[in-house]
């Protein structure tokens, strides 16, 4: 199977990386921000969707580029690794605008950037996964 390459220079663009993505897991040491270069970094082990037959993960970078700051929420180097749950675009003032990146457990990392500009890629290794990703059932709500 080809490695999956794939950039972002719009919200749609970002949506397709986000599903791409879903269910990813990293951890806090796995992410750079390089603020001379205005760039961030991370290394993820990705839930390959496309597999069918055997679930499976591969080690894919993620970086953004003309990142002018980045903020975070409830992430502590040596914690259990987090899981991607997906990646949000909110445009303040275009091209500009915030791409948040929302794990479990409630933690977030949220980046300012001038626009949209994103590459995903495949860095090679793949490895057998325990079992497909499963998300808990939404608690039912109140009655209409």
Do not use: Y
């Amino acid at each position: 199977m080809e490695l999956l390459k794939l950039a972002a220079l719009d919200a749609e663009d970002l949506t397709v990386i986000s599903a791409h993505l879903q269910d990813a897991v990293l951890n806090v040491a796995d992410l750079t921000f390089l603020a001379a270069e205005h760039r961030f970094v991370l290394a993820l082990r990705r839930f390959d969707w496309q597999s069918p037959e055997t679930p499976r993960r591969r080690l894919a970078g993620l970086h953004f580029e003309r990142v002018l700051g980045v903020r975070t929420r409830g992430l502590t180097p040596g914690d259990a690794p987090l899981s991607l749950l997906a990646i949000t675009f909110e445009e303040t003032e275009a091209p500009s605008g915030l791409v948040t990146l929302l794990f479990s457990g409630q933690a977030a990392i949220r980046l300012e950037v001038e626009c949209i500009e994103v590459r995903m890629k495949d860095l090679g290794p793949v490895w057998e996964a325990e079992s497909r990703p499963g998300h808990a059932a939404p608690a039912p709500g109140p009655s209409a």
